[in-house]
């Protein structure tokens, strides 16, 4: 039983990490400002985050934006309204992809979308080297379970660390499908609780639409957002300041984009 309990610690552990360079420092500080890194720690966030996560910084906020920018309609390029649910897993892989192309090509609309951002896309990937990350994760597995015997342990920490293609999918698929809503917004972005619970107040979409600079993504006496208990931590610890936990509307210019493309039917 020690035994187990140790693999679910090093599992959740591992998970954390992943989930709190995701959420807390690419998605709320990188993407939307609504969070300053100190400039030790987006130092660190920008050189070792593609090594941490499998996942280029530049090119996840550059993905992430356009989504906000074109939400649920024909050009979001991860929507499950144009994808359904599960074909959104395949769409939110290959917009990344295209993205990082995109980056690198120093192409249009990619660029303009990440203007601000003085970094550029990681030499893993200019280099199309974008496996190797997953290949020493991999391999520390391998030395824990292999070396040592301990294939449980070693399998806990690779699922922990290495868990961000099912975050994004269950974030991107139903919470813009399933769940309710607290803003009447153009998108048919929703609030899901259980996904908020498992990604760290990710589920909260519907409230992260209508509030895109916001630190904090429940709105609610019930909502409960584990991102944001992080990120006051850090923020008490001095390696972030958060910027706003405001309640405030779209931006105007992402309500003129989106006037006139209403939400399609989500698909299964």
Not at 176 to 197: C, E, P
């Amino acid at each position: 039983m020690l035994y187990i309990g140790i693999c679910i610690a090093v599992m959740v552990a591992a998970y954390v990490v992943n989930i709190t360079f995701l959420s807390v420092f690419y998605h709320r500080g990188l993407t939307h400002g609504a969070i300053t890194l100190s400039p030790r720690l987006r130092k660190f966030v920008v050189f070792s985050g593609n090594w941490i996560t499998g996942i280029d910084p530049k090119g996840w906020v550059c993905l992430h934006r356009l989504h906000h920018e074109y939400s649920d309609t024909a050009k979001d390029p991860h929507s499950p309204a144009i994808y359904g649910i599960v074909g959104t897993m395949l769409a939110q892989l290959r917009g990344f992809n295209v993205a990082l192309r995109g980056l690198i090509k120093k192409q249009e609309p990619y660029t303009s979308v990440v203007k601000d951002l003085e970094f550029d896309v990681s030499w893993l990937n200019r280099n199309r080297m974008w496996y190797v990350p997953y290949v020493v994760h991999a391999l520390i597995a391998l030395v824990i379970g292999w070396g040592f015997g301990l294939w449980l342990l070693g399998a806990a920490y690779w699922l922990g660390i290495m868990s961000h293609p099912l975050q994004g999918w269950m974030v991107n698929a139903f919470g813009h499908s399933k769940g309710y809503r607290n803003y009447q917004l153009k998108d048919a972005s929703t609030n899901n609780s259980i996904v908020a619970w498992i990604v760290m107040g990710e589920g909260f979409q519907n409230n992260h639409h209508q509030s895109p600079s916001s630190a904090k993504f429940s709105h609610k006496w019930f909502e409960v957002d584990m991102g944001y208990g992080i990120c006051r931590l850090f923020n008490t610890l001095g390696l972030i300041t958060i910027n706003s936990i405001a309640i405030e509307p779209m931006p105007d210019h992402l309500q003129t984009q989106v006037e006139h493309l209403q939400p399609a039917t989500v698909g299964s």
